[in-house]
T-cell receptor, first 109, second 115 residues
Framework: SQQGEEDPQALSIQEGENATMNCSYK?????LQWYRQNSGRGLVHLIL?????REKHSGRLRVTLDTSKKSSSLLITASRAADTASYFC?????????FGEGTQLTVNP | EPEVTQTPSHQVTQMGQEVILRCVPI?????FYWYRQILGQKVEFLVS????????KSEIFDDQFSVERPDGSNFTLKIRSTKLEDSAMYFC?????????????FGPGTRLTVL
């Protein structure tokens, strides 16, 4: 199966609700990163969590990492319509990032 | 805030032609990367570059591809003889290695269409 698989593949919520996206990975990572991509645009770095960290916060974002399960989750609290985008986790191994398939998040106003 | 820039934003070419995609990484960054994203698929690593040489490349990065840092600011990806399947978004990224972190900052991409 593919590395960096996110679930769900698509998520639709109402503005103000929380959105949780999960990611599983296969390799031993140096760190794991989350990116956002608006339709047809470039990737925006959101947050990096190192392999020895379990949780990290940045504004409305909360990322957790469970290295025993090789999984990570991204929580966006109090979502806004502007959060509508695709969200990807990316494993860092060596110099490369290996991206997952992504979760398409739609936040309805 | 410093950002990675890429030109052109859209490139249309005929199969078999050579294309050069250009990137200006963030000025104090030391590592440079190219990724591509075929429409509807995930982002794939092509190559990383440090100290004027390739650090790592994927199986996609075959002899048709080459990278160069021709001066102190530009970083280019050349595709020697384009194929239809090279049609994709190509993203440049750069990073400043710090204590093992590898936070990569991406440009807006170049959409390559091979006809």
């Amino acid at each position: 199966s593919q590395q960096g698989e996110e679930d769900p593949q698509a998520l639709s919520i109402q503005e103000g609700e929380n959105a949780t996206m999960n990611c599983s990975y296969k390799t031993s990572i140096n760190n794991l990163q989350w990116y956002r991509q608006n339709s047809g645009r470039g990737l925006v770095h959101l947050i990096l969590i190192r392999s020895n960290e379990r949780e990290k916060h940045s504004g409305r974002l909360r990322v957790t990492l469970d290295t025993s399960k090789k999984s990570s989750s991204l929580l966006i609290t109090a979502s806004r319509a502007a959060d509508t985008a695709s969200y990807f986790c990316a494993e860092t191994s060596g110099s490369r990032l290996t991206f997952g398939e992504g979760t398409q998040l739609t936040v309805n106003p | 805030e410093p950002e990675v820039t890429q030109t052109p934003s859209h490139q249309v070419t005929q199969m078999g032609q050579e294309v050069i995609l250009r990137c200006v990484p963030i000025s104090n960054h030391l590592y440079f990367y190219w990724y591509r994203q075929i429409l509807g698929q995930k982002v794939e690593f092509l190559v990383s570059f440090y100290n004027n040489e390739i650090s790592e490349k994927s199986e996609i990065f075959d002899d048709q591809f080459s990278v160069e840092r021709p001066d102190g600011s530009n970083f280019t990806l050349k595709i020697r003889s384009t194929k239809l399947e090279d049609s994709a978004m190509y993203f440049c990224a750069s990073s400043e290695i710090l204590r093992g972190h590898n936070e990569q900052f991406f440009g807006p991409g170049t959409r390559l269409t091979v006809l």
